[in-house]
């Protein structure tokens, strides 16, 4: 569904990210991990068409790209939830929700109900601020505009990042279930090893922009990927 093969990236004369490969197939969660700094969110903008790449190759649904905006790659179906939500916190939970209907045909300009199944406090906040939601709240809120797209790849950034377990699980679910659908192909960013083992179908441990380790969890260990993330944060 989407593939990186040997791409690289600057920022202005800094190399960040130094030929990473990567596949994400739909019906599978694949997992990019690292420390701090290692290229992951620099990676998921590349992705979503936030930055072009320098090198390498950039396939979506089997078509070969060459620079693509962000808002052409959410036409093309790419949804992005980027780390630290940004959301928009003087809109409220249904205008934040309504800026995906821009890439949208006119007659799918709807807030899907499955969204407020999955996450019912959006529909019973729908007219409060998007600022004045808890942090979890607007992590879902967040994932809950990625959506409206109906995605075909969905981009998730670090989502358990400063939330609460009972949201963590709550996200969770929702990641596993757009899973099993096996319509989506989901990118996921994540450092909580736990949370991305259980959901992953393939990872990639990036360190100093590069792919060091993975591939598909049939063919991984969990204690040996666990102790090689751990290394990497001990160096």
């Avoid at 903008?45 to 950039?58: I, T, V, W």
């Avoid at 969770?172 to 959901?199: H, K, N, P, S």
Wanted: contains cysteine; proline residues 5%.
């Amino acid at each position: 569904m989407i593939e990186a093969e040997n791409v690289t990236l600057h920022y202005g004369g800094s190399q960040i990210l130094h030929g990473v490969s990567l596949t994400a197939e739909p019906g599978q969660v694949t997992c990019v991990m690292g420390n701090n700094g290692v290229g992951k969110t620099s990676l998921m903008n590349l992705l979503a068409g936030r930055h072009p790449r320098s090198d390498g190759e950039f396939r979506l649904m089997g078509e070969r790209l060459g620079r693509v905006s962000a808002q052409e790659m959410a036409r093309r179906g790419v949804g992005y939830v980027p780390q630290g939500r940004a959301i928009f916190p003087m809109l409220s939970v249904r205008e934040n929700l309504e800026t995906g209907f821009g890439c949208l045909p006119r007659g799918s300009r709807k807030v899907p109900d499955e969204i407020f199944d999955s996450f019912p406090v959006l529909a019973e906040m729908a007219h409060r601020r998007g600022g004045d939601l808890s942090g979890g709240q607007q992590q879902q809120l967040a994932i809950a505009r990625a959506l409206v797209i109906r995605p075909r790849v969905l981009l998730m950034d670090e989502p358990t990042e400063g939330i609460q377990p009972n949201i963590i699980a709550q996200i969770g679910q929702v990641i596993a279930a757009l899973r099993d659908q096996g319509e989506m192909a989901i990118v996921l960013v994540e450092q909580y090893f736990d949370f991305a083992w259980d959901l992953g179908n393939r990872f990639a441990l990036m360190e100093r922009g590069a792919v060091v380790a993975g591939g598909p969890k049939a063919g991984l260990r969990r204690e040996d990927l666990h102790q090689r993330l751990s290394g990497l944060a001990a160096a």
